[in-house]
C-alpha cells in the first residue's frame, strides 16, 4: 500500500521567537506516477480546504496511488492564527497588508534564458527534470538573499519549493460567500470539466503572484517556447489550478467529502489512482475568461441585504441587493436597490452586510458560456 | 396623525475632529400616552435592527400612535464604522477593548437618597417625574466632568439621556449565529409572551452595564423600596428589554417585517397603539432564568464545524459540534467531538470555524422551561 | 550555588491545535528563604519587563539566593503575537476585547470562610501554608469547570497557580508612553522606597482582577480577619506589586540593568539575596492615593502634540497638550491648547498622535505627596 | 493679497451612508504663475504633514504668491480614522490590505497615444493644457466605470483630478520611525538641494502606483517622446516628490515650522514666492538611487531594542539591532545582534519592538554619495 511520511517544515518565527510550522502528509505509492501538490488555507480564514484534505487522506489510507500526493493543510500559520474580532483576518499579512497568496516566484527572463539551454534532441522527462531543478535554485537564491525578504514572500517560497516538483498543483481557497468555483488555465480547458465544480475561470498565461500562476505560468511559456523553437507541440503535463470551494470561516464535513471525490475524479483521470474508476458528475458547468469574471464595487456606504445568492443568475436590471441608508429611513431614498449591470451568474459577494462604498459587493460571470 | 420630528445627536468626534451624529426619528401621537424608545447598533455589527426601526418606521406613518416612540438606529456611529477585515468590529472599542454596552450608570446609593425623598402621600406619577428629573442631572454630571469621560461611556450617557424618559426601552440586537431570543426582568415575565420570541431569559435586579438593566434596575430598586416602605405595592409601568434578533452581520427586509411586528404587538398591549389589534402568535416560548443560561467554551483550539444550529434542542451527550485537527488528520485524534454537558437549546454559536482554546463556542438554555 | 530549573507551561492552543506555552525559569536557592514570582508581558506590548527579567537572570546565575524565584518572561504568548498594523495588539484578547490583566480569581466570601477555620493558636507558617493549599483547590476547580472557562481567565489562573505560592510577587508592566511608576499596596506602604521608582501610587484593598490585587486583597482581608479575631496583629509578610518601567513598544537593554538592579535592592531588603547590600537610591518620589491618580480624557478628536513629557510637573493652567483641527487651519480654531486641571504629575500619556473624543489622553498624578 | 477658498471634497461614503470628505485650502494669488498641490496624510498615521500644511497657511495668509497653491490636509478620511488598538491603521484598507498610496492612474499606451497628437509646431503651454486636459478625462472615465472601482483607487484619483493640475505636486509622508528623507525624480535632480532634507532618494522613471509617481512618469515619457521626435529638449517644467518628515504617530508644531519653511525655500527657487528670498540650508545631503535603498527584514522573531537611530552612519558589522529569545534567557543564545551587511545610513526602522522572522527591520542608504 501507500507509505504515509509526516513530517513539519518551518516556514516562519513569531514574535515569541519560537518556530511556526506546516504539517505535510506525504503519500507515496508502491508504484512510480505523477507527483501531487495539494495546500489548503494560505488565507487563513479559507479553512474547507483542511477538511477537504482530511477527507482525501481518510481516502489514501486505502485506495493505492501511482506516484506521490503531498498534502499540506493549514499552510499559512501565521494567517491562520489572527484574530480581529470574532473573525480570521487570514487574507493579508495584518503588518502592511501583503496578500498572502501574491509573493510566489516568477521571472519570465529566466525562463527564457533556460529555453536557449534546451537543444532539439533533449527529452521532455530531462527537461522537466533540468526546468524543476533550476527552478529550485532560483527560490533557494531568493529565501537566502542577505537582506532577507519579507514573512508572506518567504511563506510562499518555501511552499513553492514543495510544489514545483508537481505535475498536478491544487491550491484549495473559498470565497467571502460563495458558491463553488475553479480558477483553470487556458491551455488545461479540457481539465475544466474532471471537477464537479459548476463555475469555471479559463485564466490567461499572465502572472500575478498566485500559486496556480506561478505554477501554471512557467510550463505554458517553455511550452511555447520549445513548441516554436522545434516547430512541434511539447507537452510536459504540468497542470495547476485554484479551487474555490464555497464560503469562508465556516467548515463542513459532508461538503469536504464531495470536494475530496471531485478531487480523486481529477486524480483517477489523470492516472494516479489505478484502482479507482470514478467518473466526473454530469452537470451544467459555466464558463467565462478572466476578463469577464467582473467584480461590482458599491458606490454608496450602508447596510446591504444580499438578494441575489451564489449560483444565482440574475437578469439585466434584475435586482441583486438593497442597501439601507440610516439617515432616510423615513423618505423614499431609505432603500436603494443595486441592480445587475447586466446578464450575470452571482459567484460570491461580501460577508458582512456594512459596507463602505468602493466596496467589492459581487464578484460576476458576464458573457459565460456553457462548457461541453 | 402622528408627528414626525427628525434631528441628529452629536455624540463623539471623530480623529478628523468631525461630529459624530446618531439619526433622532420622533413620532409624536395626537394623544397622550406613554413613551416609548427603541436603539438599535449599539454592537456594529448588529444590524439587524436598524431594518426593524425601518419597518416600524413605514407602519407609523400610518398607525396612529398615544404618546411618543423614540426611535434611534444606527446608534453608535464609532461602532458602525470600525472594520477589521472585512467584518465589522462592533463590539468592543478598537482603543481598548469597552464593550459599547457597559457604560451605562446606575447607582444604588442615588436610588435609596433618592428613595428617602418620597413622602407617603407622593403619586406614581409626581415619584417618576421627578425621578427622571434627578437621575437626567446624574447623568449630565457625569458628561461634564472635568476630567472627562472614556468615549464609550459618553455614548452610552447621551444615550441613556434619552432613554430614561421613556416606559419602555427595547434596544435592538443580534448574536452573533443566533436564534431570536429576549431578556426580560423578572418583574415583566408578563410582557415575555407579548413579542413572537420563542427564546426567554429572566434577568435578576442586577446592573451589569447594559442599557436594559440600566432602565429596569433604577425603577425596580424604587419599586421596591416604596412599596416596602409603604407597605403596599407600587408600579412605575416602566419595562425594558434587550431583543436580539438573529445573526449578526446579515440583515433581512423580510424578517425585519417579522420582527417589526412582533414589537408592534407588544406595544399594543401596552396601549400605545390605539387603532391596533395585533395580538402575539401562538407558539412555543422556552424560557431560562440568567443562572442557566450557560456559555460552552472549547478546552482546545482548531476548525470547528457547527452541528447544532441555534434553535436545536440537544440532548446530554450529543454532538454540538466537530473540532478537527491539521496535525492529526491521519490518526483518530483528527477530529473531536464536542458533547452537550446536559440536556440543552443551543441559542447561538461562534462566528468563525476558527477557534482558539477558551472560545465561546456556544451558549444555551439549561434547566429551561415551557412558558405559558 | 543557585540550581535553575526551566520548563514551559501550556496556557492555550491556538487555531492551528497547537500548544502555546510560557517559559519559566525557576532558581533554587541552596539556602531556605521566601519565594519571589515575577512575570513580564502579560500585555503583549509591554515587552521591557522582558528585559528586566533577562537582567535578572544574568546576575543570579552567580549571586546566591535564599528560598527561591521564579521568573515568567512573555506571560502571554497570545497576546504577544497579535499585529494589528505593525504594532502589538497586546492589551485585551482581539476576540472579545477582554483585558488580559483582569481575570485572576478573587472570592471575598471564600476568605471569610476560610478565615473562621483558624483557631486561635495555628501558627502563621501554618495559616499561610493552609490558606494556599486551600486557594489553590479553588483555582484549580475554575480551571476544570465542565462548561469551561474563557481564555484570558484561563491565562490568569494558570499563572495565578504559579504566584500564589510565592512571599512577593512583582508583575511587570509598561505604560503607553510613561515614566517608571509602581503600584503598592497600602500596608506595603514601607516598600515603596525600596524601588528605584519615583512615581508611587497607594492601593486600596480593593479587587478589580489585576495580578497583585489577586495576590494582596486575600492576605489583606485574611490579616485584618484574623488580627481582629485575635485582638492583635499578625503578619503574613506577602506583598505584591505592579512596576511600570517606561513605555509599551520599546526595550532597552540599558533601562532594563537599571530595573534588574532596582528589583535585587527590594529582594535584598527582603532578605532574599543573602550576599547582597544594594541599597535604594536617594531620590525624589512622590506618591497618591488611587483615586488621585487620574485620566484626562479628549473632549474633542483631533491630531495631538503631548507637549508635557512623562515625569513633567504642569501648574494647573499649564499646557498639556495641544490638538490641530484640519477643517479650520485657516481660523483661530486650528488648534486648542489642553490645560491641567489642577496642578499635577503627568505619568503617562497616550501613543498616537490622532485621537477621538473620549480617548485616554494622559493619567495624572494630583494632590500627590513626596515620600519621605 | 492672496484670496483663499476653501471647499471640501466628497472622496467616501461610510458604513452609516456618510460622505466622507477632504478639506481643500486654495490659495490664489494675485499675479499668474504656477500652480502647487500639496497633500498630507494619504497613510493615516502620518500626521506630520497636516502640521506642515497648518504652518504653510500661517505664512500664505501674508506672503504673497504668484499663481495658485493647493492644500490638502488629512486627505485620507477612511485611513485616518480606523484604530487598532491606540494607533492608526493607516497604511492600508482594513477591509481588503490596499495600500492607500498604491491606486493613482497611470497608461502608458494612453501616453505613447498622446504624444502622436502633438505636432511639432505646438507650443509648450498647448501641449501642457491638452495633456491636463485628456488626462483628466482619462480620469473621470475610471471614476464613472459602471461596475464602479475600489474605494483606495476612487480616493486616489479624486486626489489625482486636483494633482494634475499641478506644476509641483509634494505628498507629505512619515516613515515609521524615520529621519527626514525625500524621494526626487531623476530628471529633476537640481531640485533635491533645495529642501532642508539631508537624505534624497533618486527615482527611475517607473511607475508603482504612488502619487509622485503618478505626477512625474507621465511628464517625463512625455518629454522624453517629444524631444526624441523633435530631436531637442522640450521642458515641462512639472515635478513631483514624496517627502517622508520623520516619523509616524508624532506631531511636532516647531518640525512642522521647519519643514514649512523647506517647502517655501523650494517654492521660491521655482519662482511661486516673488516676495521671499529664502535660501536653501547649507548641509550634507546624501544621496542613494532607488535600487540602493535597501530593506533588512528580520530572519528570526523576537523582542528588538533598535541601537541604530534614523540617520546614524553604520560600518559594514557594525550592530543595527539586538534581538531577545524569550525560550534561551539563560543560555549566550538568549541575544543576537543584527549587523550592517554593508556601509549604509540608517533612515528609518520598524515602529514595534516586537517582530516576527521576514519583518522590515531597516530601510538603509547603500552606495551612497554626497550631494553637491
Chains 1, 2, 3, 4 share one sequence.
Not at 519560537?18 to 507515496?28: C, D, E, G
Request: aromatic share 10%; proline share 5%.
Amino acid at each position: 500500500m501507500n507509505k504515509l511520511l509526516k513530517e513539519h517544515l518551518v516556514v516562519a518565527q513569531n514574535a515569541s521567537g519560537r518556530n511556526m510550522n506546516v504539517p505535510l502528509y506525504r503519500f507515496v505509492g508502491e508504484k512510480p506516477g505523477p507527483k501531487v501538490y495539494i495546500q489548503s488555507s494560505i488565507h487563513g480564514a479559507e479553512v474547507q480546504g483542511n477538511v477537504v484534505i482530511y477527507q482525501l487522506i481518510q481516502w489514501l489510507k486505502t485506495l493505492p496511488i501511482c506516484g506521490e500526493v503531498l498534502l499540506v493543510p493549514n499552510c499559512n500559520p501565521v494567517g491562520t492564527n489572527i484574530k480581529a474580532g470574532e473573525y480570521t483576518l487570514g487574507r493579508f499579512d495584518p503588518v502592511n497588508g501583503t496578500n498572502w497568496n501574491r509573493g510566489y516566484y516568477y521571472d519570465d527572463a529566466f525562463i527564457h534564458e533556460f529555453a536557449q539551454s534546451i537543444d532539439d534532441e533533449e527529452s521532455t522527462e530531462s527537461i522537466k527534470s533540468r526546468f524543476r531543478q533550476k527552478m529550485k535554485q532560483q527560490l533557494q537564491a531568493r529565501l537566502s538573499e542577505t537582506w532577507g525578504i519579507g514573512l508572506a514572500q518567504h511563506l510562499n517560497l518555501k511552499l513553492q519549493q514543495l510544489a514545483f516538483d508537481a505535475d498536478y498543483v491544487l491550491d484549495l481557497h473559498n470565497g467571502p460567500v460563495s458558491t463553488r468555483h475553479i480558477y483553470v488555465p487556458e491551455y488545461a480547458k479540457a481539465s475544466a470539466s474532471l471537477f464537479n465544480i459548476p463555475h469555471v475561470i479559463f485564466m490567461p498565461n499572465v502572472f500575478s503572484g498566485a500559486l496556480d500562476e506561478a505554477t501554471f505560468c512557467p510550463w505554458w511559456l517553455l511550452t511555447d517556447l520549445v513548441s516554436s523553437k522545434r516547430q512541434q507541440p511539447i507537452d510536459f503535463a504540468v497542470e495547476a489550478f485554484t479551487l474555490e470551494m464555497g464560503s469562508q470561516e465556516v467548515i463542513s464535513f459532508q461538503n469536504g467529502e464531495y470536494d475530496a471525490k471531485s478531487i480523486l475524479t481529477y486524480l483517477t483521470a489523470k492516472g494516479c489512482l489505478p484502482e479507482s474508476s470514478t467518473l466526473p458528475e454530469q452537470m451544467s458547468r459555466k464558463a467565462v475568461t478572466l476578463n469577464n469574471y467582473k467584480t461590482l464595487f458599491t458606490q454608496q456606504g450602508g447596510i446591504v441585504e444580499y438578494i441575489a445568492k451564489p449560483g444565482d443568475i440574475v437578469k439585466k436590471g434584475g435586482v441583486l441587493a438593497r442597501v439601507l441608508n440610516v439617515d432616510n429611513l423615513d423618505t423614499d431614498r431609505a432603500t436603494t436597490d443595486i441592480l445587475a449591470p447586466c446578464d450575470l451568474v452571482a459567484i460570491l459577494h461580501f460577508p458582512s452586510a456594512s459596507v463602505l462604498s468602493g466596496t467589492q459587493l459581487y464578484k460576476c460571470f458576464t458573457e459565460y458560456f456553457e462548457l461541453q
